[in-house]
């Protein structure tokens, strides 16, 4: 380690401060860019370097390329590089780093994953192995219907309120990320689907509950439900349905409501406006997903296809 290098750590630990206590990061966050800046000060204390004012561009790239010759992903890297960038900012703006060492420096070019999509007819099977002649089959039920009908998160299906649904005009009305609000639109089987649960479903669970409860979706002993339950109930669905439960969440039905909207020529503002994303770009991801599925099509069943156009 280099002579005076305690500089460095002192400057490391004063920036994991500041974030934990006046940016109020989440502990795992603090956590993890303390990780990622702890190789960061390695690196440049292996290179010689003592002092914050000595830090240049050359220790950042030098320091990217370092982490890709250990094989770290390109994810990985950038991860790294938002917190360097994060900490190198935080010495500028205290006066303790006059240059920027940040000029010039590219992230690392991420592949861009296409989100998991159940096809139409696996979400019927899902949908057909959510019993409807009983309480938590018509929850079940009704929960896949809301999932997949208007692309809500988990955690705005179980943080659904009773006041928030209007059956009479057919829509939702949501609180999503930064507590931004949205109104979805609910299809008839959606509505269908909670009219039974809430004729016959939810007060059936309701009989047993401690407290009274004003969400939507109740668990068996008539509390609201959590995330865990309904990942739980939806992993058991798709055993049932003969859907290997690795592919299913709450979270593959929203991207099967986007994609399958978007297949149907669904404008994409709308389907931004329904999913309640603030930046076009994220719905884009959709046409993607729609292209690859089409590929995927010709290469099965067009006569010059991979598939050499099997029979149906």
Sequence with gaps: MAEGSGELDAALEGFLTHIRVERGLAE???????????RFVEYVERAGVARVADLERAHVSGFLACLARQGL??????????????????????????GDPLDGIAAPRLERRLPRVLSPEEVEALLGA????????????????????????????????LGRLDRRRGVVQVVGKGRRERIVPI????????????ADGRPALLRGARRATEAVFVTRRGAAMTRQNCFARLRALARAAGIPSERVSPHVLRHAFATHLLEGGADLRAVQAMLGHADLSTTQIYT??????????????HPRGA???RTR
């Design 73 to 98: 992903g390109a994810r990985s890297r950038a991860r790294a590089l938002v917190a360097t960038r994060r900490l190198l900012r935080h010495l500028q703006a205290s006066g303790r780093l006059a």
């Design 130 to 161: 959510a019993s409807a002649t009983t309480p938590l089959g018509l929850r079940d039920r009704a929960m896949l219907e809301l999932l997949y009908g208007a692309g809500l998160r988990v955690s705005e299906l179980v943080g659904l309120p």
């Design 187 to 198: 299809g008839e089987p959606a509505l269908d689907a909670l009219e039974a649960w809430l």
């Design 307 to 309: 598939g050499r156009g």
């Design 28 to 38: 795992r966050t603090v956590e993890a860019y303390a990780r990622d800046l702890a």
């Design 288 to 301: 993607h997903v729609s292209r690859a599925r089409l590929r995927e099509l010709v290469e099965e069943r």
